[in-house]
């Protein structure tokens, strides 16, 4: 029976699956963002953000935690000195998963997974997009292009009657 086996083994064996989450979890802090199949990415995000809430609180502990999982000294010191300045008021979900299409030589969906808080262009966009726009506008709009065109039309001949 498969009680409690949730976890998505990605064809690999144990010792295999660990290092490679362990990896991409490195290359995801180092780079912000990077490119793999959507698997990999939902696996990776269930095995970093644990890692990223015990960064927020800098201690001795949760650095030795994290070293165990991440096995790179730079890594740490990067997580635990600009990442966690970053997520700190943050509740959860530190990673966004956006889909990129299928990859050509095996049609495996591929993704970019990236830190919410690094995407600068993202988060312009949402300031941006803090108008609501309502459907009852419509009729505004085609009354603003009606009034345009009179005074237009009406230039000309104020244009006459100045001559």
């Known amino acids: 029976m498969r009680h409690n086996k949730k976890f998505n083994h990605l064809g690999r064996k144990a010792a295999h699956r660990s290092a490679m989450l362990s990896n991409m979890a490195c290359s995801l802090i180092m780079h912000k963002r990077i490119a793999t199949t959507l698997a990999k990415a939902k696996a990776l995000r269930i095995y970093v953000e644990p890692l990223l809430t015990r960064a927020k609180e ?77 459907r009852r506008g419509g009729k505004k709009t085609a009354a603003a292009e009606v009034a345009p065109e009179a005074p237009a039309a009406e230039a000309p001949a104020a244009e006459a009657a100045a001559e």
């Open 58 to 134: 800098d201690n001795m502990a949760n650095r030795r935690l994290v070293f165990s999982e991440l096995k790179q000294k730079e890594v740490v010191t990067e997580l635990f000195q600009n990442v966690s300045e970053k997520i700190a008021n943050r509740p959860g979900g530190y990673t966004r998963i956006l889909r990129t299409g299928f990859r050509l030589g095996d049609a495996a969906e591929m993704c970019i997974i990236e830190l919410v808080d690094y995407n600068e262009n993202m988060l312009k966009d949402t300031k941006k997009a803090a108008k609501k726009s309502t």
